[in-house]
């Protein structure tokens, strides 16, 4: 599921400036309805409502239509959920508490995996070729202290973007058959 972007903002901007329903607003922005009405019920807010038809998130034709039937839902734009899916595909900032887990992680693909290149293991966790063939080599200089860990259950890497490689990796191998 899509949400938009700064959640807590569009549902303040939606509560000040629209008849939506709680209900509504909170399956919009992937929040609980409580939430939403905490929001609402917030003497002061200590962030700024962001307007999700500015930002391009919404079309003032959905929120008319969500306003006049409550059992309407809110949509996010098509151009909105295209770039989301994108920013999904790639690497990003990895949080220095799973920066020590990625030797771990390349040691379960190549595990798992052994029919992907090592240059494929190596976008895929944000890698270097030498590490990666290091690692399936068992020379890299910690190799004894690497503990093998799975790096979808980490968050380094999706599943959905595992599979795609996968996928790559076994029609080049039909091919050179």
Not at 6 to 17: C, G
Not at 97 to 114: C, T, V
Not at 155 to 164: F, H, P, Q, R, Y
Request: glycine letters at 6%; charged letters at 25%.
């Amino acid at each position: 599921m899509n949400y938009p972007y700064m959640p807590k903002s569009t549902a303040l901007w939606l509560i000040e400036n629209t008849s939506l329903t709680f209900e509504q607003i909170a399956d919009f922005c992937g929040m609980h309805e409580l939430e939403v009405k905490n929001i609402a019920d917030a003497e002061t807010h200590k962030m700024q409502g962001l307007d999700p038809v500015l930002s391009g998130q919404l079309t003032r034709e959905n929120i008319a239509a969500a306003e006049a039937d409550p059992t309407v839902r809110l949509v996010l734009t098509e151009t909105i959920v295209d770039a989301q899916e994108k920013n999904k595909r790639g690497g990003g900032y990895t949080p220095k508490l799973h920066r020590q887990n990625r030797m771990g992680g390349i040691l379960w693909i190549l595990k798992n995996y052994p029919e992907l290149s090592d240059a494929q293991v190596a976008r895929l966790m944000r890698s270097t070729n030498p590490t990666v063939s290091s690692v399936r080599n068992k020379t890299h200089k910690d190799y004894a202290d690497i503990h093998v860990c799975n790096p979808i259950t980490l968050g380094l890497i999706s599943e959905g973007v595992l599979k795609d490689e996968v996928t790559k990796a076994q029609k080049k191998s039909q091919k050179n058959k």
